[in-house]
């Protein structure tokens, strides 16, 4: 069964960089797949952030492309987010999943962590 | 890149169906076959119901159905039951150099 977890800090300053890691098991991510990101306001919709492929080849949301990197670990079967200058607007619950491409489609979500942009 | 709109709430009786609409443009909903469906329960992650417009993944109860005409994609939960009460998000493919898109959201209440 493959399973996501995140993992990082759950209070970040303003102006600072978010920076949040996913954890797969049962399946290697070298297998195949893109790895997404997506994230969700208290009480708002979802926003897909971005995804990355084993290769390392990405694709990010354009609003916010300019300040999020994505990143692959194949050896430890991780990927990460790194967001910066966050601002208030940035708190939200960040979700990793697998993603099917470009099609917008997650089969396997993580249970989700909250990031709190606060000082 | 514009949220797909859906209704903000609907409702309807255990047994009942009910029907939420999710409706792009010809740059997304309409100009593709790959719209998926997420059902998120209070504090839970979201979940795949739907995908490729109709197709269901393993596990998902035949009473979730999809279907597409033209800009406006529907998802269609037939017999109602209390465990359905949840939000549910539309997302569809929007072409080769952008991400894709996510709806605005539902929630369905169960009366």
């Known amino acids: 069964q493959v399973q996501l977890q995140e993992s990082g800090p759950g209070l970040v300053k303003p102006s600072e960089t978010l920076s949040l890691t996913c954890t797969v098991s049962?399946?290697?991510?070298?297998?195949?797949?893109?790895w997404g990101w997506i994230r969700q306001p208290p009480g708002k919709g979802l926003e897909w952030i971005g995804s990355?492929?084993?290769?390392?080849?990405?694709y990010h949301n354009p609003s916010l492309k300019s300040r999020v990197t994505i990143s692959v670990d194949t050896s430890k079967n991780q990927f990460s987010l790194k967001l910066s200058s966050v601002t208030a607007a940035d708190t939200a619950v960040y979700y990793c999943?697998?993603?099917?491409?470009?099609?917008?489609?997650?089969?396997?979500w993580g249970q989700g962590t909250l990031v709190t942009v606060s000082s | 890149q514009s949220a797909l709109t859906q209704p903000r709430s609907v409702s309807g009786s255990p047994g009942q169906s009910v029907t939420i609409s999710c409706t792009g443009t010809?740059?997304?909903?309409?100009?593709?076959?790959?719209v998926s469906w997420y059902q998120q329960h209070p504090g839970k992650a979201p979940k795949l119901m739907i995908y490729?417009?109709?197709k269901r993944p393993s596990g998902v109860p035949d009473r979730f159905s999809g279907s597409k005409s033209g800009n406006t994609a529907s998802l269609t939960i037939s017999g109602l039951q209390a465990e359905d009460e949840a939000d549910y998000y539309c997302?569809?493919?929007?072409?080769?150099?952008?991400?894709?898109?996510f709806g605005t959201g539902t929630k369905v209440t169960v009366l």
């Open positions: 049962g399946y290697s991510i070298s297998s195949g797949y893109y």
């Open positions: 990355i492929y084993h290769s390392g080849s990405t």
């Open positions: 490729d417009v109709s």
């Open positions: 999943a697998r993603d099917w491409g470009l099609k917008a489609t997650f089969d396997y």
């Open positions: 010809s740059s997304d909903v309409g100009g593709y076959n790959y």
């Open positions: 997302s569809s493919y929007a072409g080769s150099y952008t991400l894709g898109v």
